[in-house]
């Protein structure tokens, strides 16, 4: 029998009231105390849990079976006119790439008559084999303020050679010759009488035109499955036009063994220099000066690698024969390095310690002072130990740093020092105070370098140096022509696809030279000479991928520093030309 509605609720109400009835208490009703006896601890159990069927059965009279329906498909071809278009890549805008062609040449024309040519042709013979060939000439008629006597230069050079390359080996060899011609117009400030005929006579009796003359031949080889990994060897004939001449002869193999899975490596020298001098420099003395020294030297290390530190261990031994003077020695040198990465590329610690013979030789003493007298007391000089410690690393991607500070030993350094000289006639052109010699003396050197690199874009670089000298001598004697510090500086910028240029300022500080006036007095006390700055600039315009105009401007404060005693340098140069590429 259904109940209805109503007579729901009145039972439900009922059923609460008396439930309700049940649970109340009165107020002054006391539930009172009874002692309960625990005799079985309580162990709970669970129930077993009566799991619902995924599938429950329907008892449903209303369910009826499904009527299976059968059904088949006919296929009949739709024709269809439609035709999808063709998919088209998005299109990449690429660089074009800048075509590099095999020659050039180049010719620029400036003030004081400057004329820079140059011309440098390769050919590939074949798949392996190359020849190549270059020319330079760079000279200038003169015309420095103030200078007497005649201070045009030029410099003349030609080189040919023949290369291949190859799987297992590369090797080259070049054959090259060279003039040089130069005037020691540096004549002294307090040089001449003061009667003018007698100073004029006296100057226009000086011929201060001098050359040189080089002939070389050399090559280089590296090789990839073999015991020999490098060998350079050359041979150089130089001479100059007061009958001097030097002989040279340079080989340099370098070998690698496995030893106990650690490769050796060793550098085997032999650098022998002979040569002689007409003259010395003293007065009506017309006594030879000869020279002839042969350094065999061996410098075998190792390197290891360990996480992040990197350890370079060897020494050199040198074996110096003095043919002329019958004086023979051994020299030991360290050769020590190692770096450690603080943090990654970001910053790396190195220090060393090393040391090495040089052999001084007639040619490159003027290479680097071209004013010197054909008069030279020559000696191999010798770096006891360069010790040595710094950091680098990149301050940001595109920025690098590196800092250095050394502490240098130095046996028999070559120092160039101004001739002393006397108002008297003399037979050569170079004894007037116009020319230098070289000295020798025990130096040690407390240096500190510091250097900074960015790349603030593709199309902007800059770089910044500075060196920063203290020098200590035995005897009282100064570092001759040393300066004390260098700074340089370079900007380089594309301005468009176009236009270029550059800066590059560099700044010497003061050096001591000496020179006496033996006709008036034997004592004087060293000369310094002022620091000097100079800025140079360039811009260029690239015409074509083959034509590119340049303007360089050299020496824009146009001062008239010297960069020796008494050479003062030519003021404000404009030199103006054009590069062309090509190929045959």
């Known amino acids: ?46 129930s077993d849990a009566f799991k619902v069927k995924e599938t429950p059965s329907l008892d449903d009279s209303g369910n009826q079976p499904k009527e299976v329906i059968k059904y088949s498909i006919l296929s009949v071809p739709v024709a269809s006119t439609f035709t999808p278009s063709k998919g088209k890549a998005e299109g990449v805008e690429k660089a074009k790439k800048e075509r590099l062609f095999n020659n ?24 392996n084999d190359y020849v190549a060939g270059m020319f330079r000439h760079h000279s200038s008629q003169g015309g420095i303020k103030d200078v007497e006597l005649n201070d045009e230069f030029y410099d003349t050079a030609i080189n040919i050679g023949y290369g291949q390359n190859n ?49 070389w031949l050399g090559g280089n080889a590296e090789f990839t499955e073999s015991i020999f990994s490098k060998l350079s060897a050359k041979f150089t004939h ?13 080989v340099k193999p370098t070998f690698t063994v496995d030893i106990m899975d650690q490769a050796i490596k060793t550098n085997v020298i032999v650098d022998h220099v002979n040569g002689s001098f007409k003259n010395n420099y003293l007065q009506d003395n017309t006594e030879a000066l000869k020279y002839s020294f042969t350094n065999v030297g061996i410098e075998p290390s190792f390197v290891i690698n360990e996480n992040d530190w990197t350890l370079e261990l060897g020494a050199g031994v040198f074996y ?32 060393g310690v090393n040391g090495g013979l040089n052999q001084n030789s007639y040619a490159d003493f003027v290479t680097e002072n071209p004013f010197l007298s054909p008069t030279l007391n020559m000696r191999p000089s010798s770096t006891q130990y360069n010790v040595f410690a ?10 690098s740093y590196n800092l250095t500070g050394s ?12 001739n002393d000289y006397t108002e008297v006639i003399t037979n050569e052109d170079y004894a007037f105070g116009n020319s230098f010699g070289v000295v020798y003396e025990d130096i040690r050197t407390l240096r500190f370098y510091a250097e900074l690199k960015a790349d603030f874009s593709q199309n902007v670089t800059f770089g910044i140096n500075g060196t920063f000298n203290s020098y200590n001598t035995d005897n009282v004697v100064e570092a001759w022509n040393l300066p004390s510090m260098k700074l340089s500086s370079t900007l380089d910028v594309n301005i468009t696809k ?64 010297e960069k020796w005693l008494n050479y003062p340098v030519q003021g404000f140069q404009v030199l103006g030309g054009a590069n062309y590429k090509f190929d045959f």
């Not at 109503?6 to 649970?23: D, E, N, P, T």
């Not at 130089?238 to 340079?250: A, P």
């Not at 502490?407 to 101004?418: G, R, S």
Request: hydrophobic share 35%; glycine share 6%.
């Open 1 to 46: 029998m259904k109940l209805n509605c109503r007579h729901k609720i009145i039972i439900l109400l009922v059923l609460f009231a008396a439930q309700f009835s049940f649970a109340q208490v009165k107020k002054n009703e006391s539930i009172g105390t009874e002692t309960v006896n625990v005799v079985k601890p309580y162990s709970p159990t669970i």
């Open 238 to 250: 130089f001479s100059d036009s007061y009958s001097s001449s030097e002989n040279r002869f340079f």
């Open 390 to 399: 710094g950091l680098k690393g990149k301050l940001a991607n595109n920025v």
């Open 104 to 127: 050039y040449a180049t010719l620029g024309l400036g003030n004081y008559s400057t004329l820079n040519a140059e011309l440098f042709v390769n050919q590939d013979l074949g798949n």
């Open 498 to 561: 176009q236009w270029y240029a550059g800066l590059n300022v560099f700044y010497v500080g003061e050096r001591k030279d000496m020179q006496v006036n033996s006709a008036i007095t034997t004592n004087s006390a060293p000369i310094t000479l002022k620091s000097y700055f100079d800025a140079n600039a360039h811009l260029g315009y690239k015409f074509s991928e083959r034509l590119t105009f340049f303007l360089k401007l050299n020496n824009i404060g146009n001062q008239a520093y």
């Open 407 to 418: 502490y240098l030993n130095e046996k028999d350094k070559a120092l160039f020092k101004a």
């Open 167 to 215: 799987r297992d080996a590369a090797w080259n060899v070049d054959l090259g010759y060279q003039n040089q011609i130069y005037n020691w117009y540096g004549l002294p400030s307090d040089f001449g009488s003061t009667i003018p005929d007698q100073r004029y006579n006296l100057i226009n009796s000086i011929n201060p035109d001098h050359s040189y003359n080089t002939i």
């Open 320 to 351: 110096s024969a003095d043919s002329e003077n019958s004086g023979n020695k051994f020299y030991l040198y360290p050769k020590v390095n190692a770096s450690y990465k603080l943090v990654g590329d970001l910053m790396i610690f190195y220090t």
